[in-house]
Structures are given as structure tokens and as C-alpha cells.
């Protein structure tokens, strides 16, 4: 994960990650260890930009992971 500014993300309704102070996105900027279940695993990521450019990265690794985006 790397965010501009403030991030939080969750897996499955559960908060697995939270910065909370400002910086610039910078990827792999806080690694995240999560254990998914078989099937979908839905994850939600907030981000609150302060002042400035945004951005976020995010990289997921494993064995057998699929990815299917949805943008809100």
C-alpha cells in the first residue's frame, strides 16, 4: 500500500490498515499481511487527500490471486 495522504483498508468488513498521518503515494510505502478466505474477499480502501496531488498504489501477492476492480 501507498497513499496520499490518510489511507484505510478492509478485507471482508474488517479494518486491516490505517495511516493516518500526510505524504506523498509511494508504492510498497507499508507492506500488509492478510489472510483471505476461498472466493471473493472484498476489499475497500479509503483515501483522504489533504493538500495537493493524491494517489494510491496498491500490490497484491500470492498464489492464485485474481483481481476484478470496481471503481466508486
Known amino acids: 500500500v501507498g497513499a496520499d495522504d490518510t489511507v484505510r483498508v478492509w478485507i471482508n468488513g474488517q479494518m486491516i490498515h490505517e495511516h ?3 505524504r506523498t503515494a ?13 472466493g471473493w474477499n472484498p476489499i475497500v480502501v479509503k483515501v483522504v487527500n489533504r ?9 497484491f501477492q500470492g498464489e ?7 471503481r466508486a
Not at 509511494?26 to 476461498?38: C, G, I, M, Q, Y
Not at 495537493?52 to 500490490?59: I, K, P
Not at 492464485?64 to 470496481?70: C, E, Y
Open 20 to 22: 493516518t498521518r500526510p
Open 26 to 38: 509511494v508504492p510498497d510505502e507499508d507492506r500488509v499481511a492478510a489472510e483471505l478466505k476461498e
Open 51 to 59: 493538500l495537493d496531488a493524491h494517489g494510491l498504489f496498491l500490490r
Open 64 to 70: 492464485g490471486i485474481r483481481l476484478s476492480v470496481k
